[in-house]
Nanobody, 119 residues
Framework: QVQIAESGGGLVQPGGSLMLSCAAS???????MGWHRQAPGKQRELVAS???????FYADSVKGRFTISRDNAKITVYLQMNNLTPEDTGVYYC??????????????WGQGTQVTVSS
């Protein structure tokens, strides 16, 4: 059974930084992983993803500010978020994908971690 646990969310002022972590277990380490977020009243959206070979994807809204990385040995993916704005506020979810060479979200979601950007 796949288990996913996110951590690292919190309250931060505009312009600040946070690093989110997502630890997965119960599955091989080489699957693509992704971070999604859901703001109040909005649909969940893909923020960033990373495949086994290290290639990454970023939503236009976070390019140049967010960095996704992974540690296959720990089956962990990270999301470094810099220069945060109030529009980044939401619940951030991690997903362990269905494939290794490209990211396709699976039904394996974490419980989410709240990120609030406010002064």
């Amino acid at each position: 059974q796949v288990q996913i646990a996110e951590s690292g969310g919190g309250l931060v002022q505009p312009g600040g930084s946070l690093m989110l972590s997502c630890a997965a277990s119960g599955r091989f380490s080489f699957y693509a992983m992704g971070w999604h977020r859901q703001a109040p009243g909005k649909q969940r959206e893909l923020v960033a993803s990373i495949v086994n070979g290290g290639s990454t994807f970023y939503a236009d809204s976070v390019k140049g500010r967010f960095t996704i990385s992974r540690d296959n040995a720990k089956i962990t993916v990270y999301l470094q978020m810099n220069n945060l704005t109030p529009e980044d506020t939401g619940v951030y979810y991690c997903n362990l994908g269905e494939r290794s060479s490209f990211y396709v979200p699976s039904t394996n979601w974490g419980q989410g971690t709240q990120v609030t950007v406010s002064s």
